[in-house]
C-alpha cells in the first residue's frame, strides 16, 4: 500500500485555468504538507496543516488553498494559473513527536502553457 | 534569518568516499535531517541527528556538531545508483522543517 499518494502525477493547463491536485496519506499522521520544488531544485514549504488546522502559511499568493476534508486528505487547489507556477508540488506527511520524520508522495509535475 | 548551506554540486568515483557538508544557523534546533532525491522522484529518509557524533547506517553514515552547526554525510563504496541529490534539512524550535538547496552528486565510472 501507497504511505502518501497524489493525483495526478503529470498536469499539463493552460493559463488562467483552475485545477487541484489531490493527496493522501494511510500513515495516521496528524501533519501533512504541501512542498512546491521549481526547476532550480529548492524545496519550498507552501504549507502546513495539522489535524485540519493550517499552521504555518508561506508567502504564497492566495491563489493557492489547501483543502483538507478529514485527517487523511490535503488537497491543494490553485485558481487562475500562472507560467511560474510550474513545477514539481510534493505533498508529505510528518510522524509527531520529536522525530518527525517526514514521508514524501511522488510529486505531482504542474506545466503551464 | 534561518539559512541551510550546502555545496550546489559534488563529482565522485565509484567505489570511492565523498562527504557532504551542511551547515546551518537556526532559530532553535531539534535535530538535522539528510533526504536522499533521485531525478523525478520524491525525496526519501536517509538519517537523523540531534546528539552531537556520528551515526552509521551500512554505506552511509551523518555526523553532527552542534556547537558548530555543522553537518555532513559520508557516503562510502560509491556506487552509480548514488547518484542523486542530497539534501539537508533542520527542524527549528517550532518544529518546522528548515531544508537547504541539496548537493547534486554525480558518480563517475
Known amino acids: 500500500d501507497t504511505a502518501v499518494s497524489q493525483t495526478p502525477k503529470y498536469l499539463v493547463t493552460q493559463m488562467g485555468n483552475d485545477k487541484s491536485i489531490k493527496c493522501e496519506q494511510n500513515?495516521?499522521?496528524?501533519?501533512m504538507y504541501w512542498y512546491k520544488q521549481d526547476s532550480k531544485k529548492f524545496l519550498k514549504i507552501m504549507f502546513s496543516?495539522?489535524?485540519?488546522?493550517?499552521?504555518i502559511n508561506e508567502t504564497v499568493p492566495n491563489r493557492f488553498s489547501p483543502k483538507s476534508p478529514d485527517k487523511a486528505h490535503l488537497n491543494l487547489h490553485i485558481n487562475s494559473l500562472e507560467l511560474g507556477d510550474s513545477a514539481v508540488y510534493f505533498c508529505?506527511?510528518?510522524?509527531?513527536?520529536?522525530?518527525?520524520?517526514?514521508?514524501f508522495g511522488p510529486g505531482t509535475r504542474l506545466t503551464v502553457l | 534569518g534561518q539559512n541551510i548551506d550546502q555545496p550546489t554540486e559534488m563529482t565522485a568515483t565509484e567505489g570511492a568516499i565523498v562527504q557532504i557538508n551542511c551547515t546551518y544557523q537556526t532559530s532553535g534546533f531539534n535535530g538535522l535531517f539528510w533526504y536522499q532525491q533521485h531525478a523525478g522522484e520524491a525525496p526519501t529518509f536517509l538519517s537523523y541527528?540531534?546528539l552531537d557524533g556520528l551515526e552509521e547506517k551500512g554505506r552511509f553514515s551523518s555526523f553532527l556538531s552542534r556547537s558548530k552547526g555543522y553537518s555532513y554525510l559520508l557516503l562510502k563504496e560509491l556506487q552509480m545508483k548514488d547518484s542523486a541529490s542530497y539534501l539537508c534539512?533542520?527542524?527549528?524550535?517550532?518544529?518546522?522543517?528548515?531544508w537547504g538547496a541539496g548537493t547534486k552528486l554525480i558518480i563517475k565510472p
Open positions: 534539512a533542520v527542524l527549528d524550535s517550532n518544529y518546522q522543517l528548515i
Open positions: 500513515l495516521g499522521h496528524d501533519t
Open positions: 496543516y495539522n489535524n485540519k488546522e493550517l499552521i
Open positions: 508529505a506527511s510528518q510522524t509527531s513527536g520529536v522525530y518527525n520524520e517526514q514521508f
Open positions: 541527528n540531534v
